[in-house]
């Protein structure tokens, strides 16, 4: 088992940052593709960014890409989501998710194996 527990969700300014975090326990932290995704109240679950085992390889929403960055520090068995720019848009509850299999962050998200609760972020207009 793998847990995640994600943090540094609150309230921005639009046009504001934030940097979300998401610490993992459990196992091999670097044996695990990590991404985040996003639902807003009433809307789909949505893929923002994933980052591959070793950090080498990231992939972002159409979204978000341009104003969001995606890193993993493996000492830490930690992911980052930073966001800037960000728009009230952006609101909604954020997850983090381990797959082993990055393809699978990517592309098929209904097949990752471990979820976290989730953080929530609200921008505000």
């Known amino acids: 088992q793998v847990q995640l527990v994600e943090s540094g969700g609150g309230l921005v300014q639009a046009g504001g940052s934030l940097r979300l975090s998401c610490a993992a326990s459990?196992?091999?932290?670097?044996?695990?593709?990590m991404g985040w995704f996003r639902q807003a109240p009433g809307k789909e679950r949505e893929f923002v960014a994933a980052v591959s085992r070793g950090g080498g390889l990231t992939y972002y929403g159409d979204s978000v890409k341009g104003r969001t960055t995606i890193s993993r520090d493996n000492a830490k068995n930690t992911v980052y989501l930073q966001m800037n720019s960000l728009k009230p848009e952006d609101t909604a509850r954020y997850y983090c998710?381990?797959?082993?299999?990055?393809?699978?962050?990517?592309?098929?998200?209904?097949?990752?194996?471990?979820w976290g609760k989730g953080t929530l972020v609200t921008v505000s207009s």
């Open positions: 459990g196992r091999t932290f670097s044996d695990y593709a």
């Open positions: 998710a381990a797959d082993p299999i990055l393809t699978t962050v990517v592309n098929s998200p209904r097949g990752i194996n471990y």
